[in-house]
Structure formats: C-alpha cells, structure tokens
C-alpha cells in the first residue's frame, strides 16, 4: 500500500518554466523529506520540513509543509537542465531513536534546454 | 569522508542462485537502512539496524530475504534462492540517529 502519492508522475518542461510538485497523503507524519536522484545515484536529501505550515526554501526551490502534516509541495522557479532527476518525497514515522521513512511514488522532472 | 559503500554495483545471477549484496556505512553513524527500488513499487523500506540490532524488519518481502549487521562497519542482505521478481536496484543507507540518512549507489540486481 503506497501511502504517499506524487503527482505528476511525469513532468516535461522547457528551461525557464515553473513547476509545482504535490506530495499527497491521508496519514500525519512527524516530518516530509524530499529527496532528488540522479540515474544511477542513490536519493540526495534536499530539505525536512518539520512543522505543520512551514515553508523552507533553497535557492529556486521552495517547500512547503501542509498545515495538517499530511501533504507537502515542492516549487521550483525557473527550471535549469540541472534540475532534471527523480523527486521523491518522504514521510517520517515513529518517535525512536530512528527515522522510518515512506517514500512517496516520484516525479520524474526532465528540463529541455 | 567516503560515502556508503555498497558492493557489488551491478549483479547478474541465474534464478534458484545465491546472491549476496554488502554495505559498508559511513563511519560513527550508528542507524543502517536497507531499500529496494523498482519501477512498479517505488522506493521501499526492507529493514533497518540501529546499533547493529535489527529494529524493523517488516519490510522484507519473504523468507528468502535475509540481513545482518555484525559489526558497526559491515552489513549484508542475502537472497536465497533468489528469483527473478527480486529484480531491482537495492540501495543501503546510513544515518546518526534520526539525522539525515545518505544513500549509497546502489546496486543493480537482474535475476534471469
């Protein structure tokens, strides 16, 4: 059972434009991560949003924790060649000394110069 | 530093084989992931350790899938026999606690 749901699975874009993606769930978690992976790379941590309404941004990206912790977003303005990859994002479970991470169903971003 | 290192990085076996795959996580870290990808399911968590002792297992598919941990530097995750529906690319990572977790490359298994 897939819990957390991305949307668009797949998102084709011309350098320059804007892009919004959504990261959708029914289960609260106790913080959203999203990751960026490269072929033939494993998954690199781009941001944990912790706080329910929390906007973080990093550089032209900008993420954004749903109020209720359930869902979160990830815009980027001005999309770059460089910003193609897989996006995942990750929701965190339990209290213990570990993070038990779900990761979301991805969004392939491919940026046409 | 050196990242996670997994080995082998890619892996071609015969169904009813063996396979074993290793991680060496980034020294002090103390937490060591397990995940599989595959395009139908996505990115899943098999089990994890924390200080070497096995906390989550429930993520492994079957019996079949084994892991261990005996030391604080070295891991493995064993399929036997392994099938070729085990087909996928299994990623180890490590972390301090609930600190960021840094993936390996991973490594590519095709099961014929």
């Known amino acids: 059972t897939q819990l957390l749901e991305q949307s668009p699975q797949f998102l084709s874009i011309q350098e320059g434009e804007n892009l919004t993606v959504y990261c959708n769930s029914s289960s609260v978690f106790s913080s959203l991560q999203w990751y960026r992976q490269e072929p033939g790379e494993g998954p690199v941590l781009l941001v944990t949003v912790v706080t329910g309404g929390e906007v973080k941004k990093l550089k032209r990206l900008t993420f954004q924790f749903g109020d209720a912790r359930k869902d979160s977003s990830l815009h980027i303005t001005a999309a770059q060649p460089g910003d193609t990859g897989l996006y995942l994002c990750?929701?965190?479970?339990?209290?213990?000394?570990?993070?038990?991470?779900?990761f979301g169903t991805g969004t392939l971003l491919a940026v046409q110069p | 530093d050196a990242g996670v290192i997994q080995s082998p990085r890619h892996e071609v076996t015969e169904m009813g084989q063996e396979v074993t795959l290793r991680c060496k996580p980034i020294?002090?870290?103390?937490?060591l992931f397990w995940y599989r990808q595959t395009m139908m399911r996505g990115l899943e968590l098999l089990i994890y350790f924390n200080n070497n002792v096995p906390i989550d297992d429930s993520g492994m598919p079957e019996d079949r899938f084994s892991a261990k941990m005996p030391n604080a530097s070295f891991s493995t995750l064993k399929i036997q026999p392994s099938e070729p529906r085990d087909s996928a690319v299994y990623f180890c990572?490590?972390?301090?606690?609930?600190?960021?977790?840094?993936f390996g490359p991973g490594t590519r298994l095709t099961v014929l």
């Open positions: 990572a490590s972390s301090v606690g609930r600190d960021t977790q840094y």
């Open positions: 990750a929701g965190a479970r339990g209290g213990g000394a570990t993070n038990k991470l779900i």
């Open positions: 020294s002090g870290h103390n937490s």
